[in-house]
């Protein structure tokens, strides 16, 4: 009993011996300390994102303007003489026609001139043709011809003057439009340039909008808008009109579409909401969810180069509809990354992964392939 003790004794202390002194296996292995350092890029990770290969459209772009209705035509119709008004038919809201009188100012001692300047006119002609007989035969100068000439032509023009006079009485609508106000009744006394009425054009009817400096080089003349009234009439109208000079306060420009209004139905002066188509572009439509800024807060996507690399490309939003926004400062053919790019960076590599089927993607396939991409050696 005791030497079996004895000999378990010193076996254990053998083995302590041994397990002290780290030595289990060859003596020729390398220590810990000696070992190369391990090759961290090789370990290196890169992020998945997920992309769509998308080709460009032809978009009619179109913006949505706050606008208002505006007559064709205004104009407060005054007198061209003095007088008393004796006849009044411009009555408001009445539509009158080009040429219908509006009011009436006394005649007057008017007509009676008219028929003094008419002798008179006859009273040179006369002396003229007698002048004139008498020049040829030489017994009078060509001063007196002349004068007797000059004489005649300032009875002309006195005729032509007495003439103009009666006609200013009548005041007449210079087009046709409706009367929506009138300054003066019967009765009434005016001067020369004193407001009769006012008159408006409502056919055709303008619809009129400022526009940005951006927006008004994409408009083009001839084109068909939309608008809806805050009455709640919905109207077309074709582009007429884009001014050539922006305001100076708020640097717009005005637009002008004209729209039919043969019953007077539409009013002047009411709000709208004015749809204008632009120019067609070539555009994108994305989801607004992959747009994202650049260090310089540009609005841009984040695309896949052919080599993995992420890169910022800078966009312009040009319209909205349910299914997404319109972009366009794309390429036409372009590699969208579309899940993943908020925690990538413009020159990163990255694993892309085709957003239908879940497969990795081969640029120039336009869609998933089975082709071996770059991996780490931890997977």
Known sequence: MKRSFLIAAVLALVAVAWIGSGQFGDSDRPKASEKPPANLSAEETLASVRVRVQQAEV?????????????????????????????????????????????????????ARLVEAKSLLEQRRIEFEASKRLNKKGFRAETQLAAARANLDAARAAVKTAQMAIDDIAIKAPFDGIVVERYVEIGDFVEMGDPIARLIDLDPLLIVVQVSEHDAG???????????????????????????????????????????????????????EVTLPLQQVIAH?????????????????????????????????IDEEPAGVWITGLPDRVTLITVGQEFISGGQKVRPID????????????GANTAVLPRDDAS
Do not use: W
């Open 59 to 111: 978009r009619q772009a179109r913006i949505t303007l706050r606008g208002r209705t505006e007559a064709d035509r205004k104009v407060n119709i005054k007198s061209e003489t003095q007088g008393r008004i004796v006849e009044l038919e411009a009555e408001k809201g009445r539509k009158l026609s080009a040429g219908t009188v509006l009011a009436r100012i006394a005649a007057d001692e008017r007509p």
């Open 218 to 272: 994409r408009l083009t003349a001839g084109t068909l808008a939309s608008a809806r009234l805050i009455t709640g009439q919905n109207v077309e109208g074709i582009v007429s009109y884009i001014s050539s000079e922006a305001d100076s306060a708020t640097r717009t420009f005005r637009v002008e579409a004209e729209v039919e209004n043969a019953d007077g139905k539409l009013p002047d002066g009411v709000s709208a």
């Open 285 to 317: 439509r994305v989801s607004p969810a992959i747009l994202t800024l650049d260090e310089a807060g540009r609005i841009g996507v984040k695309t896949l180069g052919p080599d993995n690399t992420v890169t910022f490309m800078p966009a312009q939003v």
């Open 355 to 366: 957003e239908e089927t879940l497969a990795p993607f081969v640029h120039g396939t336009g």
